[in-house]
């Protein structure tokens, strides 16, 4: 058994006091980590609530019902940030991702704690592949909050459509590791080659500003 909360505490110290020595955009993404962090804990209490509740099993809610609520975790403050502040399409970039490498670090430090760190190439592929999982999952939510601006008939229906792609992209991701073997490879180089077409989707994006 692991305390996750000590483990925010311990991470989150010295990025609340290395904000002091940064400014402009190194500021907002340690800033943004630190909610990634924060998103992380508060979707593990959610989940963990609901699997007590439901008694659906680990396995089961982490297919079923984590993708849905940590997708949602890390889009509050993102929406927040969006409706309060109007930023430029960068600045919101630059927040999603803070908050999904933030969220997938937390993530990763819990699991190889909890799960022991002696299979290193296993960590590391899994580390890259929840690591790239968590940051395509929330950049995908902010082409929908982008797209939503520049298209304003198409507000409501681009955001809750991105939203709702990332928790089924989370939980496709989910699915396919769960099982090992030939699944759980297609599921760790899943993340990597959205990840490329959503480089090549944001490139076409902003050659068309």
Known sequence: MIFS???LVCMAVPLLLA???????ARQFVLNFLLGMAACLLGAYV???????SGMGVEDTAIFISPVVEEAMKFLPLLFYFLMFDPDDDHLFLSAVGIGAGFASFENICSMIASGTERLGFLLIRGLAVGVMHIVSVFAMIL????????K???LSST???LSL???????????????????????????LTAGLLF????????GE
């Open 144 to 151: 929908g909050l982008v797209v939503a601006r520049r298209f």
């Open 19 to 25: 904000l002091v020595f940064l400014r402009d955009n």
């Open 166 to 192: 990332s928790m089924l992209f989370h939980g496709i991701y989910n699915l396919l590791v769960s099982q090992p073997g030939i699944t759980s490879v297609i599921g760790y180089g899943l993340p990597l």
């Open 5 to 7: 909360e000590n483990v």
């Open 47 to 53: 989940s963990g609530f609901v699997d007590a509740a």
């Open 200 to 207: 090549l989707a944001l490139r076409r994006l902003r050659v």
């Open 153 to 155: 008939a198409l507000r």
């Open 160 to 162: 809750v459509g991105a």
